[in-house]
């Protein structure tokens, strides 16, 4: 039987979250740190609301407690990623942002105790950032991971890397990177690419620019990488040799449905912002709540921010029986980019005018949740696997 109960843990962490983001972190969006800046927040601004996280007790709350965290599952963690999602500063403080946390998920798994130990703590406490550098551009991989360019050639003890990324997040500023790249000259069945860490300060590891993009939700934003006979020996492999496809599904399942959570705390903050603004504001005669067609708004808003939980819960808790959760992740993923996008749009419709303004939170959200359909999997490629598994 599906039980979505919280335990007294999560949620004393989801009542402690919802009080800090509305009393610590939601007065800082007012700060020109956050509101002019293209790229998520200022590091200095990053490390202030870190600390703030930190001292609530709230930081890296996913991770295991021997990592400093409060080893949540996938399904309490829906609770708490929602709840500090309700401000976009929200995941940032408590270091519970992409591509960060679904990084560190991905170390835990899979990663060496060495690694474990050189870069979990740095990680858990937001002293270090780092990035995920997979997609490159055509002809390499893009939707189609199959189509990796870049190649790790082994010389000796050390593995040479060559290749071109771009729309890596959070890569400038990270200074830890996990490059996907060829090792085998055939990718066969699943096999053939592997994940290597490497520190950005690696010579080799070039950033070419940082691309100007329509959404400002990644701290660091999203830059192009060269990888230049960039040399790492052979502890840089992430887990095991050739089982990169298998690791990337390893760190996105769970990290599509963080996405998810986060974005729904964003998406019910729109909602509250349009219900008040409605609420208040007049036209013909009557409040604009009093007019059906703006009822309907939020009433549409209501069903399908419930109806996004319960996608996301359900994938959680699939994920928490130890199921792969594959299909699970993609139907959530697909219904949430796309329900999520649905209630920002509707909520910037009610506020009029003032939903355009770079002041009003909404044209943020708006624009930042727009990309959720194409990162982690465009909804089209998800629904073609959906059916492909469904028929199969
Ligand atoms: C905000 C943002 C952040 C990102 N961050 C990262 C990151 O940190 N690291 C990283 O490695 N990548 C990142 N990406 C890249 C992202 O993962 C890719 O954009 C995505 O996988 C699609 O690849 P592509 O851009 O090459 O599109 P293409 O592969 O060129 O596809 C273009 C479009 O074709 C359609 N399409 C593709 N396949 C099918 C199909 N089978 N059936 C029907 N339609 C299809 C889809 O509509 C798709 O959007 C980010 C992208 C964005 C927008």
Redesign the pocket.
């Known amino acids: 039987m599906i039980d979505f109960s919280l335990s007294p843990k999560a949620q004393d962490l989801k009542e402690r979250t919802d009080a800090f983001v509305a009393e610590k972190i939601i007065p800082f969006e007012s700060d020109p740190r956050f509101l002019d800046c293209q790229t998520g927040v200022t590091e200095d601004l990053r490390l202030e609301l870190v600390a703030l996280a930190r001292d609530a007790g709230l930081l890296t709350p996913h991770l295991p407690e021997k990592w400093g965290g409060a080893d949540l599952s996938h399904t309490e963690r829906a609770a708490v990623f929602e709840a500090s999602g309700y401000s976009p500063l929200g995941p940032i403080a408590m270091h519970i942002g992409a ?1 960060d946390e679904g990084n560190m998920h991905l170390i835990e798994a899979v990663g060496s105790d060495a690694q474990k130990n050189a870069y979990l703590p740095r990680l858990a406490s937001g002293e270090l950032r780092s ?5 490159e551009p055509a002809p390499g991989a ?3 991971p199959n189509m990796l360019a870049t190649t790790a050639v082994k010389d000796g003890n050390h593995w040479v890397i060559n290749g071109h ?1 771009w ?3 959070s890569a400038q500023g990270s200074g830890l990177a996990i490059i996907m790249a060829r090792t085998a000259d055939k990718i066969e069945k699943g096999k053939g690419a592997s994940m290597f860490l490497v520190e950005t300060d690696m010579p080799g590891f070039n950033e070419i620019r940082r691309i100007e ?1 329509m ?1 400002s939700g ?1 701290v660091g934003g ?1 830059s192009e990488l060269k990888f230049e006979n960039l040399r790492v020996t052979a502890d840089h492999i992430l887990g095991e040799l050739d089982e990169g496809y298998r690791y990337a599904q390893v760190r996105l399942v769970p990290a599509r449905l963080t996405h998810c959570m986060r974005w729904l705390g964003a998406a019910r903050r729109c909602n509250d912002i349009a219900s008040v603004y409605v609420k208040n504001r007049k036209a013909f005669g009557r409040r604009l709540a009093d007019h059906e067609g703006i009822g309907f708004m939020i009433a549409d808003n209501e069903i399908e921010i419930v109806a996004s939980r319960l996608m996301t819960l359900q994938a959680c808790w699939a994920l928490d029986q130890g199921d792969d959760a594959r299909q699970e992740s993609s139907m959530a993923k697909v219904f949430c980019a796309e329900a999520i996008f649905r209630i920002v749009d509707r909520s910037l419709q009610a506020l009029g005018g003032s939903g355009a303004m770079r002041e009003n939170l909404v044209e943020r959200i708006f624009r930042d949740t727009r ?1 959720f359909r ?5 909804s ?2 998800h629904r ?1 696997a959906i059916a492909k598994r469904r028929l199969a």
């Open positions: 591509p990035c995920f550098a997979m997609t893009g939707s189609d990324k729309m890596i997040s993009t959404d990644f999203h990309l194409i990162y982690d999997g465009p089209e490629v073609w």
